[in-house]
């Protein structure tokens, strides 16, 4: 007599990039016990295929074009605490992998693995555990060990996730109403995050946000590989 089979588990793709969708789905699809029950490019788009498909895992990207995967990762732990988060983005592990888990998410991978890490990382997360490379663990496990957390942050690291998403609009060249209709807030409030920044950067002026906000995102623009197009 054969034993019962255990449905795959479902898992949802959210990535701004089609050919990197593609490609994940792929990667998924090879996995005996795996299934993309859905891709989607966008918060809204995620939002609606998790309340219709309701799958059990996410694979999260950061950076969904002008929305934040940080802010998408909270709103399915509010409401669907049950999916499992895995982000797997190109931005700098050392500055987002610790937000990503405090957000609600179980691990975090860098696009730049094999597959095969991508992988073990999704099946880790899939188990109810959390993945971090084995740098971010140490990472973090000294902080917690020798209570040097705060003494060795750089600035960037002391930013909140909105003053980190509102510096790296203008970093892209975004005006503060421009700012403020993106993410449903007033401009005197982005105002306020733009001098919230320039006291944790120490930036004497405006001019100088600016110019910091465009090399930082520079600088994780030359993080990203070609194949995928990830900014």
């Not at 597959?115 to 899939?126: D, E, G, K, S, Y």
């Not at 401009?187 to 920044?197: A, C, N």
């Amino acid at each position: 007599m054969s034993r019962p089979t255990m449905p795959d588990t479902r898992v949802l793709i959210v990535d701004d990039h089609p050919f990197m969708r593609r490609g994940l789905a792929q990667t998924i699809k090879d996995q005996p016990g795996l299934s993309v029950c859905g891709e989607a490019g966008s918060v809204t788009e995620a939002l609606q295929i998790i309340e219709s498909s309701r799958p059990q895992l996410a694979v999260v990207d950061i950076s969904l074009g002008e929305e934040s995967g940080l802010e998408l990762i909270k709103a399915i732990r509010q409401k669907w605490p049950d999916v499992k988060v895995l982000v797997s983005s190109m931005h700098d592990e050392m500055l987002f992998a610790e937000r990503a888990l405090r957000a609600g998410a179980l691990g975090y991978v860098n696009k730049g693995e094999p597959p095969n890490v991508f992988i073990a990382a999704l099946q880790r997360v899939n188990s109810g555990q959390i993945y971090l490379s084995d740098r971010m663990t140490n990472r973090m496990l000294d902080h917690v060990l020798t209570d040097k957390g705060e003494q060795i942050r750089s600035p960037i690291e002391t930013l909140s996730n909105r003053e980190l998403e509102v510096f790296e609009m203008i970093g892209k060249g975004l005006a503060t109403k421009q700012i403020a209709a993106k993410l449903g807030l007033s401009p005197k409030t982005i105002e306020t995050y733009r001098e919230h920044i320039k006291q944790k950067l120490n930036l004497a002026n405006s001019t100088e946000l600016t110019r910091s906000a465009v090399q930082w995102v520079l600088e994780q623009g030359r993080n990203t590989s070609p194949a995928d197009g990830e900014t």
